[in-house]
């Protein structure tokens, strides 16, 4: 099967999954907000975060472990597929005890980020007890057999399981809070239907790969644990200095400003995610894709492919931030009112957290596709530190803001410099400077675009669900005027257009 047929079809599945999953989870957030307190939304983003601290304890193993299936899986050696799975299956089960032990011992400091002045009866304890489970659970139950399933890219065969668990969950996290409007039954629904999820998965896994449960006793050979363990480490780098970087926002805001605009920016982080779990359909598929492509094929033949992904990525960032940029806060003012607004300012920081990476998206696909955890494994350290030093200051001073620009500037500064120049001179032994040529065209695209919206903006009243629907229609029109504009004429945005005329002819024969 053709990687382009492999990552149709696990986009197509993964699509259907995401809209019906999101379509519930937006109406279970909104029965959460009107039936809980902003003071709940809060906690549970803050405790996600806190969650995601705790996961520094897999030190980037699933990743590793990922890459290292990539060539037995592409030559067929099912007996190193099983040694390999099973090594992580003893990792994962050590991991979970670790994570249950730490964050048992975090419970005495909850309360130095816990920041809220509230007259309800909440026990923050039992919610982050709660939290703590299903988080362990995910580690000791199943769930590194569904591994080898994504690595070979066949993650259409468990994409059922996943969305049909998904909107159990969701509907029945739905009818406990109309029924009794219980946060602590509500964290729980989770925790059982998430052990069943990975359960079933990992029977299809083993039924694709019977190796799985045979080679449990082998061992692997010791130069495969020395190529492995050296990508742990590097792994391990870039996971701290990652989950640092990503997880102390909200603890920076529930901290220094109030754990309730830890809740209001939830409700921005939910659109956004929502968004960034369509975008990902389009290029989660393909990391594995870019590793079958970098065991077969040559630099230029990578470059050729990489420019193509790199246009249609920042064409599709680029119309999903001008969309988040213009529409948030009205989306927001009509689905729950005006007071979980933040401002003008505020709203383009959190959208260019949005961008910035995305931008950045193909050059991450290459280099965890072609194994770059050894050259990359300090300069997610200095973001993080970057990160923390600066919000933490900026914030002193301008507020929730400076949360925000702290983690623009950590990025702009580590990620945007060395990863461009690992994959270049790594994969496709090029100058780098050619792809920040690329990167500048595409950000002045993407600022004129959002220029001649704003302008649009001052003739258009966007009060209602249809006044919304009308301008992203509006500005639908003029992105994709702008996209033939200033890209018709190069040989990448024609190759583009050609491959996706190949997809909807595919997709005719699905």
């Keep these: 099967m053709s990687r382009i047929k492999n990552v149709t079809r696990n986009t197509i599945f993964s699509f259907m999954n995401n809209f019906l999953s999101n379509l519930i989870n937006f109406i279970n957030r909104t029965l959460f907000i009107y039936l809980l307190s902003a003071e709940y ?38 007996k190193k597929i099983g040694q390999i799975v099973n090594f992580l299956g003893k990792a994962y089960k050590i991991i979970g005890f670790v994570i249950l032990l730490v964050g048992l011992l975090l419970i005495p400091f909850l309360k130095y980020f816990v920041n809220f002045d509230s007259k309800i009866n909440i026990n923050y304890y039992v919610i982050y007890l709660l939290f703590l489970i299903n988080s362990v659970c995910t580690y000791l139950f199943f769930s590194y057999k569904n591994t080898v399933i994504y690595a070979a890219q066949k993650a259409y065969l468990t994409a059922k399981y996943e969305m049909i668990c998904t909107i159990i969950i969701l509907v029945l996290q739905v009818i406990v809070l109309i029924f009794t409007k ?18 079933k998965i990992s029977k ?10 045979k080679s449990g006793k082998e061992k692997l050979t010791e130069k495969d644990r020395k190529d492995l363990f050296k990508n742990i480490y590097s792994l391990s780098m870039i996971k701290i200095s990652g989950v640092i970087y990503s997880s102390t926002d909200n603890l920076i805001i529930s901290s220094m400003i109030g754990t309730l605009f830890v809740g209001f920016y939830s409700n921005y982080l939910m659109i956004i995610n929502i968004v960034k779990q369509f975008v990902a359909i389009l290029f989660n598929s393909m990391t594995a894709s870019v590793g079958d492509l970098n065991v077969s094929e ?7 492919i990489f420019k193509k992904l790199n246009l249609f990525n920042g064409l599709v960032y680029g119309y999903c931030f001008t969309c988040l940029l213009h529409l948030s806060n009205p989306f927001i003012t009509f689905w729950i009112g005006k ?22 998206n193909i050059i991450n696909i290459y280099k965890d596709g072609c194994g770059l955890f050894w050259e990359t494994r300090y300069r997610t350290l200095a973001t993080a530190l ?17 949360v925000f620009l702290g983690t623009i500037i950590a990025y702009l500064t580590t990620i945007y410099i060395i990863d461009p120049y690992t994959v270049f001179s790594k994969v496709f032994k090029k100058n780098v400077c050619v792809y920040y040529k690329q990167l500048i065209l595409m950000i002045l695209f993407i600022v004129f675009n959002n220029f001649l919206i704003r302008v649009v903006s001052f003739f ?15 500005m639908s029109i003029i992105y994709a005027l702008n996209c033939f504009i200033f890209f018709y004429r190069t040989k990448e945005f024609k190759e583009l257009l050609n491959t996706i005329s190949e997809i909807i002819s595919m997709l005719k024969k699905l």
């Design 460 to 474: 258009f009243n966007i009060s209602s669900l249809y006044s919304i629907i009308i301008y992203l229609i509006i």
């Design 298 to 304: 040559t630099a230029e033949y990578k470059y050729c």
């Design 386 to 402: 970057i990160n923390i030093i600066s919000s933490i200051i900026l914030t002193k001073y301008i507020g929730i803001d400076g």
């Design 204 to 213: 299809v896994a083993e039924k694709l790969y019977p190796d799985i449960k």
């Design 41 to 78: 939304l809060g906690l549970n983003g803050l405790f996600i975060n806190v969650l995601g601290v705790l996961s520094l304890a897999d030190l980037g193993i699933s990743s590793a472990i990922t890459f290292s299936l990539y060539k037995p899986i592409a030559t067929h050696d099912n």
């Design 339 to 360: 007071k979980y607004l933040f401002g003008e300012r505020t709203v383009l920081l959190i959208c260019l957290i949005f961008l910035i990476p995305g931008l950045n």
């Design 182 to 199: 219980n946060y602590y039954i509500y964290l729980t629904v989770p925790i059982i239907l998430n052990i069943l999820r990975n359960y």
